[in-house]
């Protein structure tokens, strides 16, 4: 399965099922084939996903958890912050122009 993020204020973010998952576990919203992010809720979004960049990061830096890190990431090589980005400027410019993001619809 792909998830395609849209809005009506900018391009549509498409993710591979593990990664649209994981953004979706993050901001708090349960993995499903449609869903939506409200106006009102992008900016908590925003929120959680930037946590989670420093919380992963942080992780990284620890030595005990630089092998457990690269196995949790399905060993791509792509860092969490680099997935996230397209994500996050999808809800930035969303959140600035008053349209919900919303998948599968």
Same mark, same amino acid.
């Given at each position: 399965m792909i998830y395609k993020f849209k809005s009506q204020s900018a391009g549509d973010v498409i993710m591979l099922q593990p990664n649209g998952e994981q953004m979706l576990t993050i901001v708090g919203k349960a993995p499903s084939p449609q869903g939506i992010i409200t106006v009102a @809720?992008? &900016? +908590?979004a925003i929120a959680a996903l930037e946590a989670a960049v420093v919380t992963h990061e +942080? +992780? #990284?830096h620890r &030595? #005990?958890?630089h092998a457990h890190m690269e196995l949790a990431a399905g /060993? =791509? /090589?792509v860092r969490l912050r680099a997935r996230v980005a397209p994500f996050i400027d999808l809800l930035q410019t969303s959140? @600035? +122009?008053g349209y =919900?993001?919303?998948?599968g619809v």
């Open positions: @809720q992008i &900016p +908590a +942080a +992780a #990284e &030595p #005990e958890n /060993g =791509d /090589g959140l @600035q +122009a =919900d993001v919303v998948w």
